[in-house]
């Protein structure tokens, strides 16, 4: 009989709830702080960024929220998505070791990321919301929510750090085609863009600083309000369809993963996928590592101190006790500009703090390795992010053949690479560096936290 390779739910199939991991934590995540006073934030705090539906999930004790049925309809445009096990790859690593993959790259921005935006704008459109802001990175984010937007006919305006503005031209025309408005960042539309324009004309912009702008835009407008497309509760929460199919997927495949591995930025699609298997490893059920994997150049987790800092470099947010490089870091441009934030979603953080997971951090150059490796196996060319848990998946796999360990490793394809194909090229041309970020500048960094007692 031919061997199984492909692991498709029905549409039936598709979840019918997220699942929210915290009640079933042994302790609860520390709740943000406001700035000025270091109390908690109430909803009222945050009403005027966010619709009172994702406020109330993101403070949400209840284990499982039905998905809205408008929701699940737009879901089922590209969900479930596939699960496959990677036979060649294993066949050409000689390995005993069984690897799957959770694919995102189907739907219609290539990644995870429309899992939250379409929820995202249901909820606005629902909550008479005119126009969302945003910030983007690598471009992903801002097309999974000029996408959404236009379904639920808001208008989306995004500001794209300037750097990947730059250099990735057709993630700004994808954004475009959807409907989204896009801005460089920084930009002289906001105070927080123009003092930074101020100190340097020739800023690359960061995840922080275009957080800021979208920030401040939504918190000066009525019919305007700001999505987040990772970080937060509400966002992993939506995520988590991705490891609730995947564990219906992996019964079908008969295997239950010994490694969930996943790559972090902000933490959404790893936790996505890892925090059903979680909540079955909390019950017992299942004996597992949930690893996450960052670069060396941004190493949130594995280098960052756990403590209160902003998710901006303004300091507009409330105070997020998370991972940290410290709120004004600028990284060096590694092409996963997806994985290059400065802090780490707080509930990721916490549970790592719980010794509930493990973290590593990977060059950049040998995951582009791992990629090619993937894309000539499997014939799949990831995103520059993903290949960061492909590089730990194979060294995993490698080891396995040393010791003849029958590893199961699940990893999470969080999207492809098609409008990445430069950082491929300057790959295969042998020019992409590795860097790691200098102990200097972490501890420079900590020198500026808003509140170093918290
Ligand atoms: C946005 C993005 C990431 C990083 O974000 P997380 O919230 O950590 O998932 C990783 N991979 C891809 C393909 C992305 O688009």
């Not at 993101?58 to 929701?71: C, G, H, K, Q």
């Not at 123009?194 to 407008?221: F, T, Y």
């Not at 995993?396 to 394809?413: D, H, M």
Request: hydrophobic share 35%.
């Amino acid at each position: 009989m031919a061997e199984q390779t492909k692991y498709l739910l029905d549409e039936s199939e598709l979840p019918t709830h997220w699942y929210n991991l915290i009640p079933d934590l042994p302790a609860p995540p520390p709740p943000p702080l406001h700035p000025a006073t270091n109390e908690p934030v109430g909803p009222a705090d945050l009403a005027p960024l966010f619709p009172m539906a994702l406020i109330l999930q993101e403070v949400s004790t209840d284990s499982y929220i039905e998905i809205p049925e408008e929701v699940r309809d737009v879901y089922r445009l590209w969900r479930p998505s596939p699960l496959y096990r990677a036979r060649r790859l294993e066949r050409a690593l000689g390995t005993p070791a069984r690897i799957y993959f959770k694919y995102e790259g189907v739907s219609p921005a290539g990644s995870h990321k429309p899992n939250t935006s379409v929820p995202q704008a249901f909820y606005n459109a629902q909550e008479g919301i005119r126009r969302l802001t945003t910030e983007t990175g690598a471009g992903q984010w801002g097309t999974a929510l000029a996408f959404a937007s236009s379904l639920f006919g808001i208008e989306c305006e995004v500001w794209q750090v300037r750097a990947s503005y730059d250099q990735k031209p057709y993630r700004k025309s994808m954004m475009e085609v959807f409907g989204g408005v896009v801005h460089p960042s920084p930009s002289d539309l906001t105070e927080a863009g123009r003092k930074i324009l101020a100190d340097d004309p020739d800023s690359p912009g960061s995840l922080g600083i275009a957080i800021s702008e979208a920030v401040e835009i939504a918190a000066q407008n009525d019919d305007t309000r700001y999505a987040l497309g990772s970080v937060l509760n509400h966002v992993l929460l939506h995520q988590t369809v991705i490891g609730e199919e995947a564990i219906t997927q992996m019964a079908m495949a008969g295997d239950t993963p010994d490694l969930v591995v996943g790559c972090v930025g902000g933490g959404s699609n790893f936790g996505g996928l890892a925090f059903p298997f979680l909540r079955e490893k909390l019950k017992g059920n299942l004996d597992c590592e949930i690893r996450a994997v960052e670069p060396a150049a941004c190493p949130t987790l594995t280098r960052g101190i756990y403590t209160y800092d902003f998710g901006d470099t303004a300091g507009m947010t409330p105070l997020l006790k998370m991972h940290t490089l410290g709120h004004d870091f600028v990284p060096d441009p590694i092409h996963a500009g997806g994985l290059r934030y400065h802090g780490m979603s707080p509930l990721i953080s916490h549970v790592y703090e719980l010794g509930l997971m493990t973290a590593e951090a990977r060059q950049q150059s040998e995951c582009f390795a791992a990629g090619v490796q993937f894309a000539r196996t499997e014939g799949i060319v990831p995103a520059p992010e993903p290949t960061h848990a492909l590089a730990s998946t194979i060294d995993e796999a490698r080891r396995c053949a040393e010791t003849g360990e029958e590893k199961v490793i699940l990893t999470a394809l969080c999207g492809h690479g098609h409008l990445d194909l430069a950082a491929y090229d300057k790959y295969l041309a042998g020019d992409v560096q590795d860097f790691d970020y200098p102990q200097e500048r972490i501890d420079e960094a900590l020198t500026r936290l808003p509140n170093p007692d918290l």
